[in-house]
C-alpha cells in the first residue's frame, strides 16, 4: 500500500463527527463503568468551540481527531506498522527514509497547535492528515518511505467505517445485535432516551448512563 494513499478514503469532517459521536455513544452506554474498555472517546471540555475524539484500541495504537472552526487534523499511531519507533533498536535501526521523515510538514499552525499538549504524545506518530475548513480534501506530508510499508491509515478507515460497517462491528465486539434503527436515531443525533438505553444496556441503571453520558458529551 502506498504510503497516504488511503487518505482520500477518509469521511468528511462533517461526517466524522456524525460516525464518531454516535460510536463514542455507544461505548458510553454500553461500558458506563468501563471507561478502559471503550475504543471510542468524545471530551467536550478539550476544545473551546471544537470537538476532541480519541480512538484507542488498548493494544498501543491511537488516533486523536481535533476539529476547531480552521479545520480538522489527525494524528494516528499504529505500534506494529513499518513506521512504528518500536519496530527498531540500537541493533537495528531506523531506516534513512524514516529516520528524518516530517510528518507535520506543511500542516497549518493553526491545526498543529491542537496537538500541542503532550497528552496528545507529537512525536509518537505513523500519520498525520489534516483538512482546512476551506479544503475538498485530505493532505499529508509526502514521503520516500517504501510502497508496499503501511502508516495505520487502513486501521483507522476500519474504525471509522460507516453505520454498515459499525453495525457488524458492533456484534462482534460486544457479542450481541444492535436494533438497526436505534443505531439510525443514535447515527442521526436524536435525543438519548432512557428506553433507549435500556434497549441498548438492560444490565445497568439507564439514570446513570445518562448523567454519564450528559458529563461526556
Avoid at 5 to 27: F, G, N, Q
Wanted: aromatic share 16%.
Amino acid at each position: 500500500m502506498l504510503i497516504g494513499s488511503k487518505i482520500s478514503e477518509i469521511a468528511t469532517p462533517a461526517e466524522l463527527i456524525k460516525r464518531l459521536s454516535a460510536y463514542a455513544k455507544i461505548d458510553a452506554i454500553m461500558m458506563p463503568e468501563k471507561e478502559w474498555l471503550r475504543r471510542y472517546y468524545y471530551d467536550k471540555s478539550w476544545l473551546q468551540n471544537g470537538h476532541f475524539y480519541k480512538i484507542d484500541d488498548s493494544g498501543g495504537d491511537h488516533y486523536y481527531i481535533l476539529f476547531s472552526s480552521a479545520g480538522c487534523i489527525i494524528k494516528g499511531f499504529d505500534h506494529e506498522c513499518e513506521l512504528s519507533p518500536y519496530n527498531y533498536c540500537e541493533q537495528e535501526p531506523w531506516p534513512n527514509c524514516v529516520k528524518p521523515h516530517d510528518f507535520y510538514k506543511d500542516a497549518p499552525f493553526e491545526l498543529m497547535s491542537l496537538l500541542d499538549d503532550p497528552a496528545l504524545k507529537k512525536d509518537l506518530v505513523t500519520f498525520c492528515t489534516w483538512r482546512t475548513a476551506n479544503d475538498t480534501k485530505w493532505h499529508f506530508a509526502p514521503s520516500d518511505i517504501p510502497e508496499k510499508w503501511n502508516d495505520g491509515i487502513e486501521t483507522f478507515l476500519e474504525y471509522t467505517g460507516n453505520i454498515e460497517w459499525y453495525y457488524e462491528d458492533f456484534k462482534w465486539y460486544y457479542s450481541s445485535e444492535i436494533d438497526k434503527q436505534i443505531l439510525q436515531n443514535i447515527f442521526e443525533g436524536s435525543p438519548i432516551t432512557s428506553s433507549l438505553v435500556t434497549a441498548l444496556n438492560s444490565k445497568n441503571s439507564p439514570e446513570i448512563i445518562l448523567e454519564t453520558l450528559k458529563k461526556i458529551f
